[in-house]
């Protein structure tokens, strides 16, 4: 991200929607990668679309006020939290339309990949967990929060959170084994 994405940035958050336009076509590619990224892994029938998260999510970051934007990796994590919480909504309005659906277990693989083809409830679920965790160590919930929610690599997460990579690894780590223990705690034993 530029320089001048940050003071478009920075003027929309002081209230100048002169920019907004402009604020656009610098962010909206990379937001909609993010967005499609995080769609893939939504279930088939999902009706909330890639161009609806990214517009929902924009929306939300041009009302952010005495947000100081320092760079790219500060403006995607907080669009990755937005569309986190948009999503988030979205499936518990779903779960709630739904009521008495048999929810199935999450599925966490290797690289944290979480299969949500089944029900809505199960990112509702995820998100409790992340709650939950955030309550244990908040680091290790953002690192996953980063990694999973934005699709950030170890640099960028360590960038954004102000520690080493090494750091970040231990805490995917340490993180990872966390929510597989919550997930599947028959397998824990």
Same mark, same amino acid.
């Given at each position: $991200?530029?320089?001048? /994405?940050?003071?478009? &940035?920075?003027?929309?958050?002081?209230?100048?929607?002169?920019? !907004?336009?402009?604020?656009?076509?610098? !962010?909206? %590619?990379?937001?909609?990668? =993010?967005?499609?990224?995080?769609? +893939?892994?939504?279930?088939?029938?999902? /009706?909330?679309?890639?161009?609806?998260?990214?517009?929902? #999510?924009?929306?939300?970051?041009?009302?952010?006020?005495?947000? *100081?934007?320092? *760079?790219?990796?500060?403006?995607?994590?907080?669009?990755?939290?937005? $569309?986190? +919480? =948009?999503? =988030?909504?979205?499936?518990?309005?779903?779960?709630?339309?739904?009521?008495?659906?048999? #929810?199935?277990?999450?599925?966490?693989?290797?690289?944290? $990949?979480?299969?949500?083809?089944? *029900?809505?409830?199960?990112?509702? #679920?995820?998100?409790?967990? &992340?709650?939950?965790?955030?309550?244990?160590?908040? +680091?290790?919930?953002? !690192?996953?929060?980063?990694?999973?929610?934005?699709?950030?690599?170890? *640099?960028? /997460?360590?960038?954004?959170?102000?520690?080493?990579?090494? /750091?970040?690894?231990? %805490?995917? +780590? !340490?993180?990872?084994?966390?929510?597989?223990?919550?997930?599947?705690?028959?397998?824990?034993?």
């Amino acid at each position: $991200m530029s320089g001048e /994405t940050v003071r478009l &940035l920075a003027a929309v958050a002081n209230g100048d929607r002169r920019y !907004v336009n402009e604020l656009i076509s610098h !962010v909206y %590619d990379e937001l909609r990668a =993010i967005a499609a990224n995080k769609m +893939r892994e939504e279930n088939d029938c999902h /009706t909330l679309q890639p161009t609806a998260l990214v517009n929902e #999510a924009f929306l939300r970051l041009i009302d952010q006020t005495q947000v *100081d934007w320092k *760079d790219k990796t500060h403006f995607f994590a907080v669009a990755a939290n937005l $569309m986190r +919480r =948009i999503l =988030i909504d979205h499936a518990r309005k779903r779960k709630a339309e739904k009521r008495g659906g048999s #929810a199935k277990k999450l599925i966490l693989d290797e690289a944290l $990949m979480l299969d949500l083809s089944v *029900d809505p409830s199960d990112l509702v #679920a995820f998100d409790d967990l &992340l709650n939950r965790l955030a309550e244990l160590n908040e +680091r290790h919930a953002r !690192v996953v929060e980063l990694r999973y929610f934005a699709g950030m690599g170890v *640099d960028e /997460t360590a960038e954004a959170l102000g520690v080493s990579p090494a /750091t970040v690894k231990n %805490d995917w +780590r !340490v993180a990872r084994a966390w929510l597989q223990v919550q997930l599947h705690p028959d397998l824990s034993k």
